[in-house]
């Protein structure tokens, strides 16, 4: 099948499935789901495949709310993620539900060309990308091992084609005092809520340190349980990124301190423990940026030009992993946000507006229409089945 043809082809698909794909995404809003525990949205959003005649692998890596759904035979894999996890409290203020309906629509799209493409399209339902990196357990369990190239998009503000992020790390810090009654014998206490105050001020100075691209936010989720009593124990939960996994890890040996500091001068005992996987930063691939790029501007979006695209990072994702190692995207695509920005509940009142279905819509479109033009690519076809066979050597 010529190139145009598929594209048209992936095209119809999608818009025969528009009101699918529309309850789908809003659905999976009406419902929202944190990490590790999206047990309906994740049954949602293998239905639709599922019927077509996808073959479905449940709970790969151990990860009860991830899946692989894979249809077709083709030597060329084509990953497509399907994130579906909420924000505590504001919800999908992420728009996961939208991409996951894109996701499931650019599957099925892939579907109806596969054969005539030899391609093999695989929908891979990823759990926990707001906490606790979904994608990277799913990459180390070797989900991932057989996939050439990976494709999603992520809604936004605005258009941006080439989306960059930040590596991002998050530790929680816990410091063992003692109690001791705040009035009687004050004395006799160690006091792990004024470890973390000496922690956080330490922070707050290093700040005017910091290199360009890096940053840290933090909050206290133990403080105490009565004001008379010394607290013996304090915790608290930081978040470092930085524009790199170099200088993320930089960050992190800075922040060591600030915590060891807490602890040194209350005489209390701390200690950091990971709270997920590190998360690296995006590395688009350039073809496939620039492919997406031309959907957008034919569907008739204004995609941020180049030269402001890496200014403009997307926080952190776990799909920066899933890029450090095989050629990928994940685009912006923009809704009518009314000027909110994602983690927002505002955001998350958008996800589900007319501009937000049409996102849905398009980006599958998008997306499907990107993959057809790289499984008809000789050249950039070759590219990616050889970055692959690299890996697999490895």
Excluded at 126 to 133: F, K, R, S, V, Y
Excluded at 162 to 170: Q, V
Excluded at 273 to 291: F, V
Excluded at 326 to 348: E, K, L, N, R, W
């Amino acid at each position: 099948m010529p190139t145009a043809t598929a594209s048209l082809c992936v095209e119809d698909a999608v818009n025969r499935r528009r009101g699918d794909l529309i309850e789908l995404s809003h659905s999976i809003h009406a419902e929202p789901e944190l990490a590790f525990a999206e047990y309906r949205s994740c049954a949602k959003t293998q239905t639709l495949v599922a019927e077509y005649g996808f073959e479905i692998t449940a709970a790969p890596g151990g990860l009860d709310t991830a899946f692989r759904a894979s249809y077709g035979s083709g030597p060329l894999v084509v990953g497509v993620c399907a994130e579906y996890d909420a924000l505590p409290e504001i919800g999908h203020a992420c728009g996961h539900n939208i991409i996951a309906a894109s996701a499931v629509g650019t599957a099925l799209a892939l579907a109806e060309v596969a054969d005539d493409l030899g391609l093999t399209v695989v929908l891979v339902g990823t759990p926990a990308e707001e906490l606790g990196g979904g994608k990277v357990l799913l990459l180390n369990a070797g989900t991932f091992d057989d996939i050439a190239a990976s494709v999603m998009l992520h809604p936004g503000p605005v258009d941006i084609a080439a989306a960059r992020s930040l590596a991002l790390s998050e530790v929680t810090v816990d410091y063992t005092g003692r109690e001791s009654h705040a009035a009687v014998a004050p004395y006799l206490g160690v006091n792990a809520g004024d470890a973390v105050t000496v922690a956080q001020v330490a922070i707050g100075l290093l700040r005017q340190q910091l290199m360009p691209g890096q940053m840290v936010h933090g909050i206290v989720t133990h403080g105490g349980q009565a004001t008379n009593v010394i607290p013996g124990r304090a915790e608290m939960r930081y978040t470092m990124r930085a524009t790199d996994m170099a200088a993320l890890r930089e960050l992190e040996g800075r922040m060591a301190g600030c915590f060891e500091a807490g602890a040194l001068a209350t005489g209390c005992e701390h200690q950091v423990t990971e709270t997920a996987p590190a998360y690296a930063e995006l590395l688009p691939d350039p073809w496939l940026s620039e492919t997406i790029r031309a959907e957008m501007v034919r569907l008739g979006r204004d995609p941020l030009p180049e030269s402001v695209e890496a200014s403009v990072p997307l926080g952190s994702t776990d799909m920066g992993n899933i890029t450090q190692v095989m050629p990928g995207i994940h685009p912006v695509i923009g809704i009518d946000s009314g000027g909110a920005a994602i983690h927002q509940p505002a955001f998350a009142t958008a996800a589900v507006g007319p501009s937000a279905d049409k996102a849905v819509v398009e980006g599958a479109i998008m997306l499907a229409r990107t993959v057809v033009r790289l499984a008809e690519t000789p050249a950039e076809r070759d590219r990616v089945l050889e970055t692959q066979q690299r890996r697999q050597v490895r």
